[in-house]
């Protein structure tokens, strides 16, 4: 039988459709689209968890074998009925026992559901690529970075962090302006794998959030003025189009771990496999 993933979306209807606007899809149709070029016969669902709704049951939750949370702009450090919402899901998620996956704010929604805390970053953004991230002792071993390398770089958009860890959770990876890069969140009967970069991005999909975040690049100064940050951008739609062109990896100071899309999946390559071992035992 094939994997059932369920992909819980944390964007408002205008943030999807938003997105799909600038790059053709909304955060959870950019992961399932991911999930099926990695193993086609998965079966996708999707659901928001910002509308209000009250939570499917862990009954009804327990009939997926992987739950995935989206990214979005929500701030998790702020108390707001999206906020609330997002947390109330994932404590039903956790209750579940299911295994689950999160990149960016699917990683702050689960560390605040299980009892930690979001802040703003500062220096406020990270964006395009987080460079020089580290796994821990711990996620040497850990299975979601299997077959990473000793520091890699990753798609990165974000502007809040991770600042206190709940209980039951272990740091993977970081980096010296982002300590939390990659956790592991036990909490209640269920697991959460998550990173703070997105891993599901191509980098067509970077180049347009780099445009979508034009005012916040140019107020935090890392870009001297529009035309650069268009300049930047093509550049890594480039890459994309041509992700053999050396001339450009060199130019942006990236490797394999990014420009191919086997590696950079990497972090959802390895919890796929988590769950069909899980599924098959």
């Known amino acids: ?22 790059v053709g899809a909304a955060s959870d149709e950019t992961y399932a689209d991911t999930l099926r070029t990695i193993r086609p016969e998965i079966e996708c669902e999707t659901v928001s968890c910002v509308d209000g709704a009250t939570p499917p049951s862990p009954e009804a939750l327990g009939a997926f074998d992987g739950i995935v949370l989206s990214g979005s702009p929500i701030q998790m450090h702020a108390d707001t009925v999206e906020t609330r919402s997002a947390a109330a899901f994932m404590t039903r998620v956790f209750e579940a026992g299911v295994p689950a996956f999160g990149s960016c704010a699917g990683l702050q929604i689960a560390s605040v559901a299980a009892g930690g ?71 209640g009967a269920g697991t959460f794998w998550g990173v703070q970069y997105h891993p599901e991005l191509s980098l067509a999909e970077i180049a347009a959030a780099l445009r979508r975040q034009k005012d916040d690049l ?26 053999e062109r050396r001339d450009l990896a060199w130019q942006l100071g990236l490797d394999r771990e990014v420009t191919e899309p086997e590696r950079r999946m990497r ?7 988590h769950t069909a071992s899980r599924k098959a035992s």
């Open 1 to 22: 039988m094939p994997l059932r993933f369920l992909i819980v979306a944390s964007e408002t209807p205008d943030q999807r459709e938003a997105r799909r606007n600038d």
């Open 117 to 187: 805390r979001c802040q703003p970053r500062s220096p406020r953004m990270e964006a395009g690529f987080v460079r020089g991230i580290v796994a821990t002792d711990a996620g040497r071993v850990h299975p979601l970075l299997a077959g990473r390398p000793l520091t890699w770089d990753a798609p990165a958009m974000h502007s809040d962090e991770v600042s206190v860890l709940p209980d039951g959770a272990r740091i993977l990876a970081g980096t010296r302006t982002t300590p939390v890069q990659a956790v592991e969140i036990r909490h």
């Open 218 to 243: 140019l107020e935090e100064k890392l870009v001297a003025d529009e035309a650069a940050l268009e300049a930047h951008a093509r550049r890594i739609e480039a890459l994309d189009a041509e992700p």
């Open 267 to 273: 972090e959802i390559r390895n919890f796929i496999a």
